[in-house]
């Protein structure tokens, strides 16, 4: 079975930087493309980042400049930096395989982790 486990969230003030780590386990991490994604208070969850198997990436717009995403395959390791952060970043962030569309996941979601960023 399939785990995501994220951490590396936390409370920073705006402007701020954070990394964080999802590590897989149960899979084979390296054939699927893998993504950010997170969730604030009443809003849906929505993609942040992703990363193809060949290295593309791909940005939501609202963090297109600010967040970098990496893979480490050799790991089964993804990170997110995320820099200058905004007090809009505020969201639990989860991490997730997908195909195809980022609305179609591979995996059951983790924990997550919380990312408070203060203004």
């Known amino acids: 079975q399939v785990q995501l486990v994220e951490s590396g969230g936390g409370l920073v003030q705006a402007g701020g930087s954070l990394r964080l780590s999802c590590a897989v386990s149960?899979?084979?991490?390296?054939?699927?493309?893998i993504a950010w994604y997170r969730q604030a208070p009443g809003k849906q969850r929505e993609m942040v980042a992703a990363?193809?198997?060949?290295?593309?990436?791909d940005y939501a717009g609202s963090v297109k400049g600010r967040f970098t995403i990496s893979r480490d395959n050799a790991k089964s390791t993804l990170y997110l930096q995320m820099n200058s952060l905004k007090a809009e970043d505020t969201a639990v962030y989860y991490c997730?395989?997908?195909?195809?569309?980022?609305?179609?996941?591979?995996?059951?979601w983790g924990q997550g982790t919380q990312v408070t960023v203060s203004s």
């Open positions: 990363i193809t198997v060949s290295g593309d990436t």
């Open positions: 149960g899979s084979i991490f390296s054939p699927y493309g």
């Open positions: 997730n395989g997908y195909t195809g569309s980022y609305d179609i996941i591979l995996f059951r």
